[in-house]
């Protein structure tokens, strides 16, 4: 389950930079962490917690939505 979230984290972020036109440079910038760390995560070297994926959705200015699916989801995968 922890794969499948993170590669979904990056798909969001990915696409959300191509969308607003916005480098790695700046989303680093908006964050206050270096543009290799940005790659990093992006790349799946490193593993973000809720606090990073937090940060990276507030740069991008969208929400963090877990919702009931996610939740059912997540039990049902633990069965």
């Known amino acids: 389950m922890k794969v499948v979230l993170q590669e979904e984290f990056r798909r969001i ?4 930079l191509t969308r607003q ?3 790695q440079s700046e989303l680093a910038r908006r964050m206050g962490i270096s543009r290799p760390t940005v790659s990093q995560y992006l790349s799946g070297k ?3 917690g809720l606090d990073v994926v937090e ?3 507030n740069a991008l200015h ?3 939505q877990i ?4 939740v059912q989801q997540t ?3 633990v069965k």
């Open 67 to 70: 919702g009931p699916q996610e």
């Open 46 to 48: 490193f593993c973000p």
């Open 55 to 57: 940060n990276f959705f």
């Open 62 to 64: 969208i929400s963090l």
């Open 21 to 23: 036109g916005m480098s």
């Open 13 to 16: 972020v990915k696409d959300e």
């Open 75 to 77: 039990a049902e995968s």
